[in-house]
């Protein structure tokens, strides 16, 4: 079961050097979920061979306008390209009136259901949960309103013994059963045990999302233990009194905060535009945390 993060814009608060404003894709399953949408996130959708019809959920983190200001002008190509089916929009209390505002005065009457959900910047809560993916959004730090996002897998199958069961020659009826532990009976009274026929499910995966913040706040247990972590690591910790004031991180603190919540994998992102050459970036969080990586745009991240 594929779970994958695309990155589709990386920059800060502008585009610079071939970097765009925030974006991401998560593919779980084939479902396809997006992570704010600053300007330019369609062009970057077309260029990495993302259908936008293909997204079912669209999540903002906070309304400054790295982050949002390409949802209007998506929301709007969805509904040129046909979209009738249903998308659920979540993110600050007032985007839907700003979203309805573009909508009155460009005499835009979308085709499918907008369904909108607003987050609260204040304390966790869960915005999405099916048998196999619960989303929670998350308090952040930053100068408005903000939060970030976790994608927690539910409880995956135990895979077919596949020698075993071809010898036994099991029907195929029996197999997602097996696979979920439950034992099965033939009509000939023959049992198959689950315990005998399958290994062990492995581990849920886990990916969770901050956007700008200061480090070091109570979004620590929200994070903990996950799998892959994006952090924002917008300046070198030299410029730590800038990060205080515009409520940022640097890449030290990004660090500091994977190794304190034990992820598995830190990933850092929201570069300033002030630095051309990332490697001093990573070189810096990886004092703190070695299993760090540059975000690059346009390259998959397995969960």
């Known amino acids: 079961m594929r ?30 979920f997006l992570i704010d ?14 259908k936008s019809n293909k997204i079912s959920h669209i999540f903002i983190s906070h309304l400054h306008g790295d982050h949002y200001l390409g949802l209007i002008g998506l929301l709007s190509s969805m509904n040129l390209h046909g979209r009738t089916a249903d998308l659920h929009l979540y993110g600050p209390s007032v985007l839907i009136d700003i979203i309805n505002l573009q909508l009155k005065y460009s005499d ?11 987050t609260n910047p204040d304390q966790e809560e869960v915005l999405y949960r099916s048998e196999k993916l ?20 539910g409880p995956r199958s135990a895979s077919l013994i596949r ?47 901050c956007s700008d913040t200061r480090a070091f706040e109570k979004y620590v247990d929200s994070i903990r233990g996950v799998d892959l972590l994006y952090h924002e690591s917008t300046f070198l910790h030299e410029l730590v009194d800038r990060a205080e004031e515009t409520c940022h991180s640097t890449c030290k603190e990004a660090g500091m ?12 992102g929201h570069y300033s535009a002030r630095y051309k050459d990332l490697t001093p970036l990573l070189e810096e969080a990886q004092l703190e945390f070695v299993n760090t990586e540059l975000s690059f ?3 998959w991240y397995k969960v």
């Open 297 to 299: 745009e346009g390259k």
């Open 108 to 118: 835009t009457r979308l085709q499918y259901n907008l369904i909108f959900q607003p």
């Open 3 to 32: 779970f994958e993060v695309l990155i589709l814009g990386n920059s800060s608060a502008t585009p610079i050097f071939e970097r765009h404003p925030t974006a991401q894709i998560i593919n779980f399953n084939e479902q396809y």
């Open 134 to 153: 619960t989303v929670r959004s998350f308090p952040l730090k930053h100068r408005v309103p903000t939060t970030g996002f976790r994608f927690d897998e």
């Open 37 to 50: 949408c600053g300007e330019g996130t369609q062009m970057q959708m077309h260029r990495y061979g993302v």
């Open 163 to 209: 020698e075993k069961i071809e010898k036994l020659n099991i029907p195929k009826v029996f197999f997602g059963m097996l696979k979920r532990g439950i034992d099965c009976v033939d009509v000939d009274g023959t049992v198959y045990k689950a315990a005998e026929l399958t290994m062990p499910a492995p581990a849920s995966r886990s990916y969770a999302y």
């Open 257 to 268: 905060v994977a190794r304190q919540v034990e992820a598995k994998k830190l990933l850092l």
